[in-house]
């Protein structure tokens, strides 16, 4: 897997079909309201959304990924492998929207569909014989409709060919992540597979592990935050980060160039630095000193820091597991 930009995937043209989510309109009693408070991230993400809409368009927010299935596209299967991914996922089913009043909960309100309630159409856009107009016109699509701020939030588009059909997903930051989104190909094989099982009268249990809600964990999330004081353990190891480094979050060790006017186009390009054995063999390294790759790979951030800036020590930020508030800040020391 590789990250990279819409027009380095370098897609191959074909018949391209968009795939939609759709529902009752938010009026319907089929949406039920207050399960569950928005993430301190999804409430950030979506105020700041709100707020921006003012002024004009919103940048895009969104993430995803691009897989190929074999042969040409069974349409039947793939609707419901998308069904059955959206049932799974409370959050795929939530939208969150500002409150018409203040409440406990915060500025949004969530509302959320039960599973069964999400019905998926395809609308056929045409043939593209152009790679690159193609790529133009998914990160249009995507842009306008894989926001924050309207349900469902993601979409998803087919470019099917005798050979193989890829599969291109986007959903907005406050549905999915670098992690969630890893997962995304994989479930929807997995569900897909077992969708032409059942059309060919095989029909065969999804071998897929049960989901826990993001709804739940938004809950849990903010229940724990709210249970910190200012003597808490992690409260005081954060003070005292911030305080050590001169009331700042970590800035990048060196200047970096003058970034103003027009952004630069973001490279699609990307470097192997280990193979599979050297990086198994870089874990066992890690293991056998105490740590893990990531340790490992934050060892040698630190290393090239001070070997650039000559500074003995090294500060960065990283996510922690879901749902876990750290015992002391993410740094490392050379």
């Known amino acids: 897997m590789k990250f990279t930009d819409i027009p380095s995937l370098g897609l191959s043209p074909g018949g391209l079909t968009v795939w939609r989510a759709c529902a009752t309109h938010m009026s319907d009693t089929t949406w039920a309201a207050g399960l569950g408070r928005a993430s301190h991230v999804q409430e950030a993400h979506i105020t700041y959304a709100l707020e921006a ?6 940048p895009p927010s969104w993430l995803g990924c691009a897989f190929d299935l074999p042969a040409e596209l069974d349409a ?62 998914l ?8 926001g924050p701020l309207g349900w469902p939030g993601y979409i998803l588009a087919t470019i099917s060919r005798p050979e193989a059909t890829t599969v291109c997903v986007a959903a907005d930051h ?89 952004p630069a186009a973001q490279p699609g390009g990307y470097t192997e630095l280990l193979d599979a054995s050297t990086a198994h063999a870089f874990d066992r390294v890690c293991r056998a000193a105490g740590g893990d790759a990531f340790c490992g790979l934050l060892a040698c951030l630190a290393k090239v820091g001070h070997e650039i800036t000559g500074s003995g020590e090294f500060r960065t930020l990283a996510p922690s597991t879901p749902g876990r508030v750290p015992r002391s800040p993410p740094s490392a020391g050379t």
């Not at 809409?53 to 919103?58: D, M, S």
């Not at 990160?139 to 894989?146: H, P, Q």
């Not at 406050?174 to 969708?195: K, Q, R």
Request: hydrophobic fraction near 40%; avoid cysteine.
């Open 53 to 58: 809409a003012r002024e004009g368009p919103l």
């Open 76 to 137: 039947g299967a793939f609707a419901t492998a998308l069904r059955g991914r959206t049932n799974r996922h409370e959050t795929l089913r939530s939208q969150l929207t500002l409150s018409p009043r203040p409440t406990p909960g915060g500025r949004l309100q969530r509302m959320t569909l039960p599973a069964g309630a999400v019905s998926i159409h395809p609308s056929a856009v045409g043939d593209f014989t152009d790679g690159r107009k193609l790529a133009r016109y």
């Open 139 to 146: 990160e249009e699509l995507f842009d306008s409709e894989a």
């Open 174 to 262: 406050a549905l999915t992540d670098g992690y969630s989104v890893l997962l995304t190909a994989y479930e929807i094989h997995t569900l897909y597979a077992a969708g032409l099982a059942a059309a060919n009268g095989k029909p065969a249990p999804v071998l897929l592990p049960p989901t826990a809600s993001y709804l739940d964990f938004a809950e849990a999330e903010r229940t724990a935050a709210e249970a910190l004081t200012a003597d808490h353990e992690s409260i005081v190891h954060w003070r005292q980060f911030l305080t050590e480094a001169g009331g700042r979050l970590p800035e990048f060790p060196v200047p970096v160039s003058d970034v103003s006017g027009s």
